[in-house]
């Protein structure tokens, strides 16, 4: 029987959510959250270390278990549902994907900053020609304006994405700006539009419904808003939402929310709230999967975490500068003496 699916959700609590775990997940746990996520018709299940493929390191967080053994895990015990990986060139090989593939993903979302698509020239083609569905992930896509986000969705087309993305990877879009943003890609581009949201302004529902009124087919949920910051829209909340709205998303709802209450919950060190550092994410347009680091800084140098989050804003920090985090606090402590 054929599933009829309006929109594709891409379940990402087992990679963004990583962030939110300090990538403390184990085979175990990936095991029965992929289970029942399998067992709800999600088509799309995510995991990867929070900074994809290869992100295991100090700079970015050093996994409890190794990727491949968690992809490995879910690809074992997800049935319909297909596996996908992160890629960030530069963090993720074209060999790690080759891993990967042997294991049995059949997604890579390769993901650049928003300006720098150029730099998934090689990873979007060699994924193409492994057989993978390519997905072009455009990150911080707030930094952008809408023509730049255009000329770079563009370039990811042109390497063969088969869907390019609009990530508000900080939570800081509004939802006129993803309305915007979303239209003009949807005017300009030959390929699927997907968007992924994050929710420190509680923005992420309201943001992931102008997209998709605007045309967006490929939409990303965290379970739980397990993700990093406050989380992505609420998948089972999304999944509910859609389903009022008469929009086929092809996941059973009561799975959905028994997979959420009695598999994800019990995984989550802390409930998943819009905290006041979640909450300086999202107004200082500050990547969400820096929280961890920020906090540990603040602890270490004795600086209020909201402050070095706002200084990183200004600076506009982007993704792979998790280095400036401790700069910025031992800078700031210094000031202070
Ligand atoms: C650092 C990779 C990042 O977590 C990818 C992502 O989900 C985002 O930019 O929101
Ligand atoms: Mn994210």
Redesign the pocket.
Known sequence: MTIQRDILITE?ALR?GS?AIAHQYTVDQVLRVAKALGEAGVPYIEVSH???LGGSSLQYGLSLTDELKLIEAAVSVSGDSKVAV?V?PGIGTIEDMKEAIKLGAKMARI?THVTEADVSAQHISKAKDMGLETVG?L??SHMAPVDKLVEQAKLMESYGADTVYM???AGALLPHEVRERTRALRDHLGVNVGF?G?NNLSLAMANTLAAIEEGAVRIDGSIRCL??GAGNTQTEVLVAVLERMGIQTGIDLYKIMDTAEEVVAPILQVPQEITRDNLVLGYAGV???FMLHAQRAAKKFGIDSRDILIELGKLKVV?GQEDMIIDVASEMAKARN
């Open positions: 990402v963004d962030h929070g900074d994809g992160l960030l993901a992930f990150m911080m990530v508000d990877s992924h994050h993700g990093a990547y969400s999967s993704g």
